[in-house]
């Protein structure tokens, strides 16, 4: 166990190392907790991992699609705050892509009224 001063500027390092290591004993509980693992000993109840003579390119795609699934979920896990900003931008760009679809409609109703050449005044 690592000793941590109260004020960390006086021993970064020991803060560093704490840090580092809890963030490992997290990732590792986690991952154990998703695959289904009691033990260090146990075979993963909920994950089917590739043989050692399975193909390279079998493994890789395990590591890509499995593996990957839980870095998505549990590491690179997006808080409530960033979510709900997302959320609000991908709103305020679909409201924008519905406004520029109104105005292109408008404009090429605009453009066919004029095209068979009738004097006809619209309001936008």
């Given amino acids: ?16 190392h704490l ?15 998703w695959v289904g693992l009691e033990s260090l000993d146990d075979d993963p109840i909920h994950l089917t991992i590739p043989t050692a003579h399975s193909k390279k390119a079998e493994k890789k795609e395990f590591v890509e699609t499995e593996i ?25 760009d679909e409201n924008e892509r519905k406004e520029r679809q109104s105005n292109s409609e408008r404009a090429s109703m605009v453009q066919q009224i004029f095209n ?7 309001c936008i």
Avoid: H, P, W
Avoid at 19 to 33: D, L, N, P, R
Avoid at 77 to 85: I, L, N, P, Q
């Fill in 68 to 92: 990957g699934r839980f870095v998505e979920q549990y590491v690179l896990s997006k808080f409530d705050v960033e979510k709900a900003r997302r959320e609000k931008m991908e709103k305020m």
């Fill in 1 to 16: 166990m690592t000793n941590v001063y109260k004020d960390v500027k006086k021993n970064y390092k020991s803060a560093e």
């Fill in 19 to 33: 840090m580092v290591c809890s963030t490992k004993a997290y990732v590792c509980s986690a991952f154990m907790t």
């Fill in 116 to 122: 068979i050449g009738k004097n006809i005044f619209i």
